[in-house]
């Protein structure tokens, strides 16, 4: 039997959707999203949605801009919880700890945006505070970068690696359909315990 779970959907905010970002992966990321959140209503199972904010006028993250609000694909519904955070993380400044711990939560779902980014650190630090996590490769994405050396990685590789270093270290990683058919299911899902470090 499966112990108690919540499905965390990290920036899924109409911010992204700007050009400033470039090219980026995963465009069926939402949709994707919004198959797995379907399961997790029909079920009556936890749904957190992260929703990043900024104070600065010029952030397309700003209070009073278009860009904070989550977009409709996976839009609250109900009594489903919206935690807002300032910072990648969705554990720091946040209740967010506290709230899967007082819902007696043991394993989370990750999705959201961007992969490298709000959706690692979140990963990361939900591994370390004793979570069981699961991240959702084709349910998150990443934007193409350029490092300190000017070299620019597109938006696939940066995705990848990204998720490559969260692979077992931090978190089980799994496909939309490997979630949906094993959740389906029932069936407990095998995951590392952590770092062998």
């Known amino acids: 039997m499966m112990k108690k779970k919540a499905l965390i959907i990290v920036d899924v905010q109409k ?51 278009e860009g904070v609000y989550i977009k409709e694909i996976v839009k609250p519904i109900n009594e489903e919880v919206i935690i807002t955070k300032k910072v990648n993380s969705s554990f720091i400044d946040t209740n967010l700890e506290d709230f899967l711990k007082i819902n007696e939560i043991e394993t989370v779902v990750i999705t ?25 490769s084709d349910a998150t994405a990443a934007f193409g970068m350029t490092d300190q ?20 270290e931090f978190a089980t990683i799994l496909t939309t359909e490997q979630l949906i058919n094993d959740f389906k299911g029932g069936l407990p899902l095998s995951r590392s315990t952590g770092s062998s470090k």
Not at 28 to 50: D, F, M, P, T, Y
Not at 52 to 62: A, I, Q
Not at 149 to 168: E, G, P, Q, V
């Open 15 to 65: 911010a992204f959707d700007d050009k400033q970002w470039g090219e980026r992966n995963n465009l069926n990321a939402e949709e994707n999203i919004s198959k797995i959140l379907q399961l997790w209503r029909e079920k009556g199972w936890l749904v957190i949605h992260i929703q990043h904010t900024s104070d600065n006028p010029n952030s397309l993250f700003y209070q009073k801009n």
């Open 112 to 136: 959201g945006l961007t992969t490298p980014h709000c959706v690692s650190t979140t990963t990361r630090m939900s591994s370390n505070l004793g979570f069981v996590t699961y991240l959702i």
């Open 149 to 168: 050396n000017d070299t620019y990685y597109d938006a696939a590789t940066i995705h990848n690696i990204s998720l490559a270093t969260l692979h077992d």
